[in-house]
């Protein structure tokens, strides 16, 4: 297993660290791509503050990334492709500001948090996984907001409320390889995403009760089954991060260790995943950004979980 996390870690990285200009809103790659511009900055970000969490020795790889993010930060343009969508204006000037490299404070991203009224930072008519997000962020980057304590918004949260209503939870194996996910799309990201906020990636406890904490890890183990049965790889690795950050141990347990296997099936020589699923894999045939547009995602989750697997470098 060793082996195949390093496989895993040293492949994504390389691939990614060969497309780091179609991060770049602003480069040529970048201006031209079929993705979500400043969401795939905003990863590529997140991928940097947790590798440095982890990286002891200065690794070079890091250094690269995190002059790529420093340099979208510091474009004058930045703020405007931050809000272009209203929609994620408060969630992604916030998460920004949370995952800014060092010595950008006086950038052009600081207005977007200039532009934040009230009601951005307000629990009015959001969701408890709403307000559990923002709150995630506006806390990291600093920014005074409404949104309620987290131990009310735990109670409230997918974590806690979904595993609770699963009629059949107490028994779990009854579920075939053909039968459908046991929650939503929406609901299995909300999950995961859930325990990284809750836990700031696996840096803090995430709060849930031990009866919480045993009905939550048995749906995750459910999904993740489904998930390695159905070759759902982004999902995949969010499930086996989402156990890390709820202190389990993944690689314990044959679902875990199936997913690392799955994963490594579906990684390609260059070192990237193709997509999330193996339904919507791309292919070679495929012009390299819209190849780019389709891979990156999952290849990122995939490396953030080979981080998050190696807890005895975390800070």
Same mark, same amino acid.
């Given at each position: 297993?060793?082996?195949?996390?390093?496989?895993?870690?040293?492949?994504?990285?390389?691939?990614?660290?060969?497309?780091?200009?179609?991060? !770049?809103?602003? #480069? &040529? #790659?970048?201006? #031209?791509?079929? +993705?979500? $511009?400043?969401?795939?900055?905003?990863?590529?970000?997140?991928?940097?503050h947790l590798w440095?969490?982890?990286?002891?020795?200065?690794?070079?790889?890091?250094?690269?990334?995190?002059? =790529?993010?420093?340099?979208?930060?510091?474009?004058?343009?930045?703020?405007?492709?931050?809000?272009? !969508?209203?929609?994620?204006?408060?969630?992604?000037?916030?998460?920004?500001?949370?995952?800014?490299? %060092?010595?950008? !404070?006086?950038? @052009?991203?600081? %207005?977007?948090?200039? $532009?934040?009224? @009230? *009601?951005?930072?307000?629990?009015?008519?959001?969701?408890a996984y709403q307000?559990?997000?923002?709150? +995630?962020?506006?806390?990291?980057?600093? /920014?005074?907001?409404?949104?309620?304590?987290?131990?009310?918004?735990?109670?409230?949260?997918?974590? =806690?409320?979904?595993?609770?209503?699963?009629?059949?939870?107490?028994?779990?194996?009854?579920?075939?390889?053909?039968?459908?996910?046991? /929650?939503?799309?929406p609901e299995a990201?909300?999950?995961?995403?859930?325990?990284?906020?809750? #836990?700031?990636?696996?840096?803090?406890?995430?709060?849930?009760?031990?009866? %919480?904490?045993?009905? &939550?890890?048995?749906?995750?183990?459910?999904?993740?089954?489904?998930?390695?049965? +159905? *070759?759902?790889? *982004?999902?995949?690795?969010?499930?086996?991060?989402?156990?890390?950050?709820?202190?389990?141990? @993944?690689?314990?347990?044959?679902?875990?260790?199936?997913?690392? *296997?799955?994963? /490594?099936?579906?990684?390609?020589?260059?070192?990237?995943?193709?997509?999330?699923?193996?339904?919507?894999?791309?292919? !070679?045939?495929?012009?390299?950004?819209?190849?780019?547009?389709?891979?990156?995602?999952?290849?990122? =989750?995939?490396?953030?979980?080979?981080?998050?697997?190696?807890?005895? +470098?975390?800070?």
């Amino acid at each position: 297993m060793p082996s195949d996390l390093d496989r895993l870690s040293a492949g994504t990285l390389a691939w990614l660290g060969r497309h780091l200009d179609h991060f !770049d809103p602003y #480069s &040529a #790659s970048g201006r #031209s791509a079929e +993705h979500g $511009r400043a969401k795939a900055a905003l990863e590529l970000a997140l991928l940097c503050h947790l590798w440095a969490r982890r990286d002891t020795g200065g690794d070079p790889r890091l250094d690269q990334a995190t002059a =790529v993010v420093r340099t979208v930060w510091q474009h004058p343009d930045f703020p405007a492709l931050l809000t272009a !969508d209203p929609r994620c204006a408060a969630p992604y000037g916030l998460a920004c500001a949370a995952l800014a490299p %060092a010595g950008t !404070d006086g950038t @052009p991203h600081r %207005a977007v948090l200039a $532009r934040l009224t @009230p *009601d951005d930072l307000s629990p009015h008519g959001r969701s408890a996984y709403q307000q559990l997000e923002l709150r +995630h962020y506006a806390d990291k980057a600093g /920014v005074p907001h409404a949104f309620e304590p987290y131990e009310e918004l735990l109670g409230q949260n997918f974590l =806690v409320r979904l595993p609770a209503a699963m009629p059949d939870r107490a028994a779990p194996d009854r579920a075939g390889p053909d039968d459908a996910a046991p /929650v939503t799309v929406p609901e299995a990201y909300a999950l995961t995403h859930s325990s990284f906020y809750l #836990s700031d990636f696996g840096r803090t406890a995430p709060g849930l009760s031990a009866t %919480a904490l045993a009905d &939550a890890a048995e749906l995750l183990r459910r999904l993740l089954e489904h998930c390695v049965r +159905h *070759d759902w790889w *982004d999902l995949a690795a969010e499930l086996v991060m989402a156990q890390v950050c709820l202190r389990l141990d @993944p690689l314990r347990t044959p679902w875990g260790r199936a997913a690392v *296997d799955c994963l /490594v099936r579906a990684q390609r020589p260059d070192g990237a995943l193709p997509g999330r699923s193996a339904r919507t894999a791309a292919t !070679d045939a495929e012009p390299v950004g819209a190849f780019f547009a389709t891979a990156y995602h999952t290849t990122l =989750v995939t490396a953030l979980m080979t981080l998050l697997l190696r807890p005895e +470098h975390a800070s």
